[in-house]
Protein backbone atom coordinates (compact mmCIF):
# COMPACT_ATOMS: atom_id res chain seq x y z
CA UNK A 1 0.00 0.00 0.00
CA UNK A 2 1.21 3.76 -1.11
CA UNK A 3 2.49 5.62 1.68
CA UNK A 4 3.13 9.44 0.80
CA UNK A 5 5.89 11.74 3.02
CA UNK A 6 6.41 15.29 2.37
CA UNK A 7 9.38 17.24 2.74
CA UNK A 8 10.73 20.79 2.53
CA UNK A 9 8.86 23.42 3.88
CA UNK A 10 10.67 26.13 5.84
CA UNK A 11 9.85 29.90 6.63
CA UNK A 12 10.77 31.68 3.72
CA UNK A 13 10.73 35.68 2.64
CA UNK A 14 8.46 37.01 -0.07
CA UNK A 15 9.62 36.22 -3.63
CA UNK A 16 11.92 33.26 -2.18
CA UNK A 17 11.76 29.71 -3.00
CA UNK A 18 10.97 26.48 -2.45
CA UNK A 19 11.43 22.74 -3.66
CA UNK A 20 9.11 20.21 -1.62
CA UNK A 21 9.41 16.24 -1.84
CA UNK A 22 7.06 14.08 -1.70
CA UNK A 23 8.25 10.31 -1.12
CA UNK A 24 6.19 7.51 -1.75
CA UNK A 25 6.74 3.76 -0.89
CA UNK A 26 4.63 0.70 -1.05
CA UNK A 27 4.84 -2.83 -1.70
CA UNK A 28 2.08 -2.95 -4.43
CA UNK A 29 2.05 0.68 -5.54
CA UNK A 30 3.81 3.12 -6.48
CA UNK A 31 4.00 6.76 -8.26
CA UNK A 32 4.09 5.44 -11.53
CA UNK A 33 0.90 2.81 -10.84
CA UNK A 34 -1.14 6.36 -10.21
CA UNK A 35 -2.12 8.06 -13.32
CA UNK A 36 -2.15 11.40 -11.87
CA UNK A 37 -0.61 13.38 -8.70
CA UNK A 38 -0.73 16.15 -7.34
CA UNK A 39 0.10 18.81 -5.08
CA UNK A 40 -3.00 20.58 -2.35
CA UNK A 41 -2.97 22.99 0.35
CA UNK A 42 -4.32 23.74 2.97
CA UNK A 43 -4.50 26.77 4.92
CA UNK A 44 -6.52 27.69 8.32
CA UNK A 45 -9.46 28.37 7.54
CA UNK A 46 -9.67 27.80 4.21
CA UNK A 47 -10.79 24.43 2.07
CA UNK A 48 -8.08 22.36 0.71
CA UNK A 49 -7.36 23.24 -2.62
CA UNK A 50 -5.54 21.39 -5.74
CA UNK A 51 -2.28 23.77 -7.09
CA UNK A 52 -0.92 21.66 -9.44
CA UNK A 53 -0.64 18.00 -10.70
CA UNK A 54 1.11 16.08 -13.34
CA UNK A 55 0.60 13.09 -15.03
CA UNK A 56 2.14 9.67 -15.77
CA UNK A 57 3.14 11.04 -19.10
CA UNK A 58 4.63 14.18 -17.85
CA UNK A 59 1.54 16.80 -18.86
CA UNK A 60 0.76 19.33 -16.00
CA UNK A 61 -2.00 21.23 -14.92
CA UNK A 62 -1.74 24.47 -12.02
CA UNK A 63 -4.20 26.77 -10.41
CA UNK A 64 -4.09 30.25 -11.88
CA UNK A 65 -2.79 31.44 -8.69
CA UNK A 66 0.47 29.61 -8.51
CA UNK A 67 0.39 29.31 -12.63
CA UNK A 68 4.33 30.64 -13.96
CA UNK A 69 5.77 30.46 -10.32
CA UNK A 70 5.12 26.90 -9.46
CA UNK A 71 6.29 23.96 -11.03
CA UNK A 72 5.68 20.37 -10.60
CA UNK A 73 7.86 17.18 -11.64
CA UNK A 74 7.92 13.43 -11.11
CA UNK A 75 10.74 11.14 -10.25
CA UNK A 76 9.53 7.57 -11.08
CA UNK A 77 13.18 5.92 -10.35
CA UNK A 78 13.32 8.12 -7.00
CA UNK A 79 9.58 7.20 -6.38
CA UNK A 80 9.05 11.02 -5.77
CA UNK A 81 6.83 13.93 -6.67
CA UNK A 82 8.21 17.68 -6.33
CA UNK A 83 6.95 20.60 -6.53
CA UNK A 84 9.49 23.90 -7.51
CA UNK A 85 8.18 26.80 -6.12
CA UNK A 86 9.51 30.17 -6.86
CA UNK A 87 8.53 34.07 -6.25
CA UNK A 88 6.50 33.02 -2.86
CA UNK A 89 4.03 35.14 -1.62
CA UNK A 90 2.24 35.27 2.01
CA UNK A 91 -0.58 34.07 0.20
CA UNK A 92 0.97 30.82 -0.38
CA UNK A 93 1.49 30.22 3.67
CA UNK A 94 -0.04 26.34 3.98
CA UNK A 95 0.21 23.11 4.51
CA UNK A 96 1.35 21.54 1.33
CA UNK A 97 0.21 17.39 0.90
CA UNK A 98 0.62 15.42 -2.11
CA UNK A 99 -1.72 12.85 -3.63
CA UNK A 100 -3.64 11.36 -6.09
CA UNK A 101 -5.93 13.55 -8.17
CA UNK A 102 -8.43 12.03 -6.92
CA UNK A 103 -6.80 12.32 -3.90
CA UNK A 104 -6.84 8.09 -2.18
CA UNK A 105 -8.16 8.99 1.69
CA UNK A 106 -5.95 6.97 3.07
CA UNK A 107 -3.09 7.93 1.34
CA UNK A 108 -2.76 11.29 3.04
CA UNK A 109 0.19 12.12 4.83
CA UNK A 110 1.29 14.96 7.48
CA UNK A 111 2.01 17.67 4.86
CA UNK A 112 4.90 20.01 4.83
CA UNK A 113 4.48 23.02 6.37
CA UNK A 114 5.12 26.67 4.10
CA UNK A 115 5.25 30.25 6.04
CA UNK A 116 6.15 32.95 3.48
CA UNK A 117 6.57 36.34 5.89
CA UNK A 118 8.77 39.30 6.27
Known amino acids: QVQLVESGGDLVQPGGSLRLSCAASGSIFSIADIAVMGWYRKAPGKQRELVAG???????NYADSVKGRFTISRDDDKNTVYLQMNSLKPEDTAVYYCNGVPDFEDYWGQGTQVTVSS
Open 54 to 60: ITSDGST
